[in-house]
């Protein structure tokens, strides 16, 4: 597994566990706290990543009414709170990084996307992530 997917599942943990504790937790210091313990309990020895798995979390947090906007328009058929917990993260890590911080060219992104939901995701998660992100990418096209 790439450094890169390794910081998005580590990812993907943090913002989940905020996702589920956000109404009974303060966001800034529980979240640098959830940090830290999934850097230590779950990144690998040599993670080279830290900056990047960072980033991620703490600008999606940042920008998470933005996110969850487009995850809304893109998605109209499913209200925001019914999508599964671990595809509404997936969804705004993969928004996060076509739109707002494009490191990454955007066919890797959604792949990558679309693997980690496969992986941590239900049976139907890697199709529905795709076709969110897919719909934003052709998008994106249109605009260029």
């Known amino acids: 597994m790439s450094s890169r997917r ?3 599942t580590l990812a993907l943990q943090v913002l989940s ?3 589920f504790n956000q109404s009974f937790l303060s966001p800034k210091t529980e979240t640098e706290n959830t ?3 999934i850097l230590k309990e779950f990144a690998p020895p040599v993670f080279k990543e830290k900056k990047f798995f960072e980033k991620l979390v703490k600008e999606i947090l940042a920008n998470v009414k933005e996110i969850d906007s487009l995850i809304v328009k893109y998605a109209p058929q499913w ?3 019914k999508i599964t ?3 509404r993260n997936i969804l705004r ?8 911080s494009p490191e990454n060219p955007p066919r890797v992104i959604i792949n990558e996307a ?8 239900s049976d139907t998660s890697g199709k529905f992530i795709n076709g969110v992100l897919g ?3 052709e998008e994106i096209k249109k605009n260029e």
């Open 6 to 8: 390794i910081a998005r």
């Open 79 to 81: 209200p925001l709170e």
């Open 93 to 100: 890590i993969g928004i996060f990084e076509l739109l707002i």
């Open 114 to 121: 679309v693997e980690i939901a496969k992986s941590f995701g």
């Open 17 to 19: 566990q905020w996702d």
């Open 135 to 137: 719909a934003i990418y």
């Open 35 to 37: 940090i830290q313990y």
């Open 85 to 87: 917990l671990t595809d």
